[in-house]
């Protein structure tokens, strides 16, 4: 029996990822960005990856020519501009999507909506078109609106899976591991916290009763550990003043869910990681629960499992919010039809 909360990828923990060798071709689109860079760096680094293509609207012949000097087998190519899109995308197994501006102090994830909303409707018409089949993993903010424009642009094109789109909330479940490793003086390799629902403020739910090792707070404490992780996205763009995001940090927790992505592709069984995908275990259309990954993306929603009153109180208090960004998100993709 797999564990809802098993670790995935602890070897990306020790700065490698192993696993057997794929013949997997993943595109990075926005792979010259603060998280696009580092991203693309970890990924190059595996053995799971035989093909990176590398898309931007600026600067990817300069980043693919730099990753490609590496000594590791994933070969390398760049493309860009929208002329070159296709190229990039073509025949891939895994699409990850970091394109797209990022918060600036005073900004909420909203905030970017107008601008990135276009962003990955663009670039989702163009994996509809080039690359139907592949698992699509969206990094670009307000997730909690971006994941049902991406959905709703390929249901258009009559090729939507919900088995293989997610929203990478992985930095939510990273930051959460840490916090709690910190505060109990843990090794942040051995926790596991999920983290549910979606990936802005109070929608962010950390799931701290379900902890491995099991954790126990006062409640004063949980409180304030909650609000840290729902607010840790604010504090690096605070402390960044102006010179964007979490990069760095995403990089690594988007590689992390991308390495799942590709052992669970592989065969590997018991992979589990928690993303905000298309759902049936609340009465939102997209919510963010453990999945059970396999050859075909998402292969067993693990569900909410059991919460405590604290946290049933949190999910009951997110609802409203998500419901409201995944409407914006289906109307603004009913839009632009
Ligand atoms: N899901 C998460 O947990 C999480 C965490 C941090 C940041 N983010 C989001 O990730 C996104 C990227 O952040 P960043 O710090 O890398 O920003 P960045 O500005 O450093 O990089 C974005 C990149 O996207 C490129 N881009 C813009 N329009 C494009 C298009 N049409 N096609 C392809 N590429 C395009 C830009 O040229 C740039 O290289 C932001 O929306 C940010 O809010 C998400």
């Not at 589990?272 to 067993?300: H, M, N, Q, W």
């Given at each position: 029996?797999?564990?809802?909360?098993?670790?995935?990828t602890?070897?990306?923990?020790?700065?490698l990822?192993?696993?057997?060798?794929?013949?997997?071709?993943?595109?990075?689109?926005?792979?010259?960005g603060g998280?696009?860079?580092?991203?693309?760096?970890?990924l190059?680094?595996?053995?799971?990856?035989?093909q990176?293509s590398l898309?931007?609207?600026a600067?990817?012949?300069?980043?693919?020519a730099d990753?490609?000097?590496?000594?590791?087998?994933?070969?390398?190519?760049?493309?860009m501009g929208?002329?070159q899109?296709?190229?990039?995308?073509?025949?891939?197994?895994?699409v990850v999507?970091?394109?797209?501006?990022p918060?600036?102090?005073?900004?909420?994830?909203d905030?970017?909506?107008?601008?990135?909303?276009?962003i990955?409707?663009?670039?989702?018409?163009?994996?509809?078109?080039?690359?139907?089949?592949?698992?699509?993993c969206?990094i670009?903010?307000?997730?909690n609106?971006?994941?049902?424009i991406?959905?709703?642009?390929?249901?258009?094109?009559?090729?939507?899976n919900?088995?293989?789109?997610?929203?990478v909330?992985?930095?939510?479940?990273?930051?959460?591991n840490?916090?709690?490793?910190?505060?109990?003086g843990?090794?942040?390799?051995?926790v596991n916290?999920?983290?549910v629902?979606?990936?802005a403020g109070?929608?962010?739910i950390?799931?701290?009763?379900?902890?491995?090792?099991?954790?126990?707070?006062?409640?004063d404490?949980?409180?304030?550990?909650?609000?840290?992780?729902?607010?840790?996205?604010?504090?690096?763009?605070?402390?960044k003043?102006?010179?964007?995001?979490a990069?760095?940090?995403?990089a690594?927790?988007?590689a992390?869910?991308?390495?799942?992505?590709?052992?669970?592709?592989n065969?590997?069984?018991?992979?589990?990681?928690c993303?905000?995908?298309?759902?049936?275990?609340?009465d939102c259309?997209?919510f963010?629960?453990?999945?059970l990954?396999?050859?075909?993306g998402?292969e067993?929603?693990?569900?909410?499992?059991?919460?405590?009153?604290?946290?049933?109180?949190?999910?009951?208090?997110?609802?409203?919010?998500?419901?409201?960004?995944?409407?914006?998100?289906?109307?603004?993709a009913?839009n632009?039809?």
């Amino acid at each position: 029996m797999f564990a809802r909360a098993a670790r995935p990828t602890m070897a990306l923990a020790r700065g490698l990822s192993t696993g057997a060798p794929s013949r997997a071709k993943v595109a990075v689109l926005g792979a010259s960005g603060g998280i696009g860079q580092p991203l693309s760096l970890l990924l190059k680094n595996s053995p799971l990856v035989s093909q990176l293509s590398l898309y931007d609207i600026a600067h990817t012949p300069g980043v693919a020519a730099d990753l490609g000097h590496i000594e590791t087998r994933a070969r390398v190519t760049g493309h860009m501009g929208p002329d070159q899109l296709h190229a990039a995308l073509q025949g891939c197994d895994v699409v990850v999507i970091p394109a797209g501006v990022p918060r600036k102090p005073g900004m909420t994830r909203d905030d970017l909506f107008n601008t990135n909303a276009t962003i990955v409707a663009v670039l989702a018409d163009a994996c509809a078109r080039s690359c139907p089949e592949a698992m699509i993993c969206v990094i670009a903010n307000p997730v909690n609106s971006t994941v049902p424009i991406l959905s709703e642009v390929l249901k258009s094109h009559g090729v939507y899976n919900p088995s293989r789109v997610f929203g990478v909330t992985t930095l939510d479940i990273v930051r959460a591991n840490a916090f709690v490793a910190e505060l109990k003086g843990l090794d942040p390799a051995r926790v596991n916290v999920p983290v549910v629902g979606g990936h802005a403020g109070k929608t962010i739910i950390p799931l701290i009763s379900q902890c491995t090792p099991k954790v126990d707070f006062p409640a004063d404490q949980l409180e304030a550990l909650t609000g840290r992780i729902q607010e840790a996205g604010t504090e690096v763009v605070k402390a960044k003043a102006g010179a964007g995001s979490a990069t760095l940090s995403m990089a690594y927790a988007g590689a992390r869910f991308a390495f799942s992505v590709l052992d669970a592709m592989n065969g590997k069984e018991g992979v589990v990681e928690c993303a905000y995908v298309r759902s049936e275990e609340t009465d939102c259309k997209y919510f963010s629960t453990p999945l059970l990954l396999g050859k075909g993306g998402i292969e067993k929603n693990l569900g909410l499992g059991k919460l405590s009153a604290f946290e049933e109180k949190l999910v009951a208090d997110a609802m409203a919010e998500l419901k409201g960004s995944i409407k914006k998100g289906e109307e603004f993709a009913a839009n632009m039809k």
